[in-house]
């Protein structure tokens, strides 16, 4: 393996332990250019990537390069300016090319214009019964934008393929009409687009630059929550678009009305169109998922192999992708497929272990973040209604999945009185028959304490 082959291997493996945000951030443009007696020299456009990479990264990067080829002992990281594009971004509406011949990673190929990412197509996404609702309402939003559903707001657990469909959408409309001009943003970059655009005082600008959009993607809204001024600003945004029959398309991982600190108003424009969630996969599209990928790759395993995968990984796509990923450098660098054994080995820190399962500190972890609560606001002595119903919901969880006594859920709850323990318990499963949005909460806690 050359040292081209080495980096790539390494960057393959680095997109599944970092968000693709940072991904995108610190590796673009970064390459091996020396490796002498197990001493590595990666080189990096600017000192920031170069501090960012040694501080943060360094003992990653390093681990990854030793599994691959253990004489590597060591790394360093030098700055290498790269020349100035001659070509301004206005003009390559499309790809980057240089990015895209320096590093084949499709993060980094996104479309300047849209945001969107094209390699998230409806032609490689997996359809099964987890995600029908979701994908046919998606499909008949690209096809009749702004008049089908509006809003169209998909909703699920992490990694589930929320992002692939709305992006989907946002690439079949833009390849079938080139005038439609398509807006594909995250709410965190929302968020900070917002605060900027205010503090240098080009609100204007910005809304008059949304209100120009045909198409605009956000993706999880849930992160709006909170954030009063920019759900005003959207609130306007939305109606503006919406009055115009412009498609409005939303990710979350939960339903509207489980988003707390979100506007009354804001929720129930959320909830006027077509709510559609992604559930889980079931072992069958897990296979198929996996026969899909790994033939993008032009790779062939044994049905073993994939099996086994398909059997093990099941906390959601972007692991199955993750574990694959691992098998495909293995064949890269072997030049053979691994046997059932290495391939178990390779595998295991996908696979579900016993320390998957549900726990006491993933319940509590769980069911705060759901609420967006510290964990230590569940034990906080108080009667306010904001506290006591999750402090309730965790009780319920230790004790329906994991057979707490009420005594000790009690004791881990400051020594409360048993009694109290009970109650929240019964509440919560009486609540849980009278209450659809209740329940709905409590599915979606439950399926984020087993899939973590
Ligand atoms: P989310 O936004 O819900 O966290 P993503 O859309 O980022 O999830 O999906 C995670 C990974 O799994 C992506 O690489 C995506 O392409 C892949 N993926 C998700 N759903 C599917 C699907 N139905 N078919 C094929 N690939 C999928
Ligand atoms: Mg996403």
Excluded: C
Excluded at 257 to 280: Q, V, Y
Excluded at 338 to 345: G, L, M, N, R, V
Excluded at 392 to 417: C, N, T, W
């Amino acid at each position: 393996m050359n040292n081209t082959e080495l980096w790539q291997s390494v960057l393959a493996q680095m997109q599944f332990n970092i968000s693709k945000a940072n991904f995108a951030t610190w590796f673009q443009n970064t390459e091996i250019i020396t490796k002498d007696e197990g001493k590595i020299v990666i080189s990096v456009p600017n000192a920031f990537s170069k501090e960012w990479l040694s501080n943060k990264y360094n003992k990653l990067i390093l681990k990854i390069l030793r599994e691959t080829d253990d004489t590597i002992k060591d790394l360093d990281f030098v700055i290498r300016p790269q020349p100035l594009k001659v070509v301004s971004e206005k003009t390559l509406p499309e790809i980057d090319k240089n990015d895209s011949e320096q590093l084949k990673f499709e993060e980094l190929k996104i479309n300047k214009e849209t945001n969107l990412n094209p390699r998230y197509d409806f032609e490689n996404f997996v359809v099964g019964s987890f995600n029908e609702l979701a994908h046919a309402a998606a499909l008949a939003v690209s096809e009749n934008p702004g008049f089908t559903y509006n809003p169209l707001f998909i909703y699920g657990g992490v990694g589930l393929g929320k992002t692939h469909l709305i992006q989907a959408i946002g690439n079949k409309i833009s390849r079938n009409s080139k005038k439609k001009k398509v807006r594909y943003i995250s709410s965190e970059k929302f968020v900070s687009d917002i605060v900027s655009a205010i503090r240098s005082n080009t609100i204007e600008n910005f809304k008059n630059n949304l209100s120009s959009t045909d198409v605009l993607i956000i993706d999880d809204v849930q992160f709006l929550a909170g954030k009063n001024k920019t759900q005003e600003e959207f609130f306007h945004a939305f109606n503006s678009l919406y009055e115009k029959n412009k498609q409005i398309i939303l990710s979350s991982d939960r339903p509207p009305n489980a988003i707390s600190e979100l506007e009354e108003r804001l929720r129930s424009r959320f909830e006027g169109g077509m709510i559609a969630d992604i559930s889980l996969p079931d072992y069958e599209t897990r296979l198929v998922i996996l026969k899909n990928k790994a033939q993008e790759k032009k790779a062939q395993f044994p049905e073993e192999i994939i099996e086994y995968i398909a059997h093990n990984v099941k906390k959601n796509i972007r692991e199955l992708e993750g574990a694959l990923n691992k098998l495909l450098i293995y064949y890269k660098i072997n030049n053979s497929t691994p046997d059932i054994e290495t391939a178990k080995k390779l595998l295991k820190g996908f696979v579900f272990s016993p320390f998957d399962v549900a726990n006491y500190k993933k319940i509590i972890e769980t069911v705060a973040k759901f609420y967006n609560l510290e964990e230590k606001s569940l034990f906080d002595p108080t009667r306010r209604k904001e506290i006591v119903k999750p402090r309730q919901v965790a009780m319920f969880f230790l004790r329906k999945e994991l057979k707490y006594s009420f005594p000790a859920i009690a004791r881990k709850f400051g020594g409360k009185d048993h009694t109290t323990a009970i109650y929240a318990y019964k509440k919560i499963l009486r609540e849980n028959e009278e209450n659809n949005k209740l329940t709905e909460e409590l599915n979606l806690i439950k399926q984020r304490i087993y899939s973590g």
